[in-house]
């Protein structure tokens, strides 16, 4: 089953958090690679730390909106920072300059020809 909905966090390397929504992981990682995103631009490398997946947009959307509520940034302080184990020290220019599968993440990749 394809899980075209996602919320992710980026840690920067200032140190900060990114949490992002995104119909298009792919496409929205490689436009926080080229500093087209505005709060990531000045801050590359960024590294993707943590990727939930969800099957119905309305869902993810209010998740991203709770992770960044006071409640919200406790939880994902305590639960979420923590790396998967996947993505243990993946920048976001390392996988787009490799071939890299992420086998938990399979949908994460679009389909070849």
Same mark, same amino acid.
């Given at each position: 089953?394809?899980?075209? $909905? ?10 900060? $958090? ?13 436009? =926080?690679?080229?500093?087209?995103? =505005? ?10 730390? =943590? ?43 390392? $996988? ?18």
């Amino acid at each position: 089953m394809e899980l075209p $909905y996602a919320v992710y966090i980026l840690k920067c390397s200032t140190g900060q $958090y990114y949490i992002g929504f995104t119909e298009d992981i792919q496409k929205r990682l490689k436009k =926080h690679q080229k500093g087209e995103v =505005h709060f990531t631009k000045d801050k590359l490398p960024v590294e993707l730390i =943590h990727l939930s997946p969800f099957p119905d947009k309305k869902k993810a959307c209010d998740f991203e909106r709770y992770l960044k509520t006071g409640s919200g940034a406790a939880f994902h302080q305590k639960r979420l920072l923590k790396k998967s184990p996947a993505l243990a020290g993946l920048l976001i220019s390392e $996988y787009f300059l490799t071939s890299l599968f992420l086998p938990e993440f399979s949908w994460f990749h679009s389909p070849g020809p």
